[in-house]
T-cell receptor, first 115, second 112 residues
Framework: EAGVAQSPRYKIIEKRQSVAFWCNPISGHATLYWYQQILGQGPKLLIQFQNNGVVDDSQLPKDRFSAERLKGVDSTLKIQPAKLEDSAVYLC?????????????FGPGTRLLVL | GQQLNQSPQSMFIQEGEDVSMNCTSSSIFNTWLWYKQEPGEGPVLLIALYKAGELTSNGRLTAQFGITRKDSFLNISASIPSDVGIYFCAGQLNFGNEKLTFGTGTRLTIIP
């Protein structure tokens, strides 16, 4: 079974530029999560989708971050404009999201460096 | 927001030694999980705990869900080189389709 796919794996941009990350969850997984992991810290949830609806985006900085999951499968996370403090690893995770399985499986992440 | 504090922050041990690490919270969680993260990868689930007082093993790993529901412990017996990585605890308020609140991590290094 293929795991969670993310691209790009690395991205370097200058502050005030925009950037987008893509995630393809495990096939059949209804729930998709985006986490931000700053160096030396644990991941922090940014947004959670159930199918194509938002379940929790309370920690998403909505003035600059946006995310969508239009067809309930792939998802994109965008930052516009980027700030220096956005440098982090952005992890995508997915789960079946039902009594059949709650385990969250993580992708390898996208490493963002903002200069 | 809620924070999970892990200790120690880092450990340097010799192969074959046992390892103990813990995680404490300022508030109650009803599900505790332990993840391992290797360089360039996302976290991988090691053990999940669903009941206060529960003790669960997965091979050489043993984890316990504290009675107060505010802490958890992870032990690794007879460490081997592939145990190197960062270990994170994570809590969920309820079992199921909820976000994970992660700890600060314990970095394990094995000295040859």
């Amino acid at each position: 079974e293929a795991g969670v796919a993310q691209s790009p794996r690395y991205k370097i941009i200058e502050k005030r530029q925009s950037v987008a990350f893509w995630c393809n969850p495990i096939s059949g997984h209804a729930t998709l999560y985006w986490y931000q992991q700053i160096l030396g810290q644990g991941p922090k949830l940014l947004i959670q989708f159930q199918n194509n609806g938002v379940v929790d985006d309370s920690q998403l900085p909505k003035d600059r971050f946006s995310a969508e999951r239009l067809k309930g499968v792939d998802s994109t996370l965008k930052i516009q404009p980027a700030k220096l403090e956005d440098s982090a690893v952005y992890l995508c995770a997915s789960s079946l999201g039902s009594t059949a399985g709650w385990t969250q499986y993580f992708g390898p992440g996208t490493r963002l460096l903002v200069l | 927001g809620q924070q999970l504090n892990q200790s120690p922050q880092s450990m340097f041990i010799q192969e074959g030694e046992d390892v103990s690490m813990n995680c404490t919270s300022s508030s109650i969680f009803n599900t505790w999980l332990w993840y391992k993260q290797e360089p360039g990868e996302g976290p991988v689930l090691l053990i999940a705990l669903y009941k206060a007082g529960e003790l669960t093993s997965n091979g050489r790993l043993t984890a316990q869900f504290g009675i107060t529901r505010k802490d958890s412990f992870l032990n690794i017996s007879a460490s081997i080189p592939s145990d190197v990585g960062i270990y994170f605890c994570a809590g969920q308020l309820n079992f199921g389709n909820e976000k994970l609140t992660f700890g600060t991590g314990t970095r394990l290094t094995i000295i040859p």
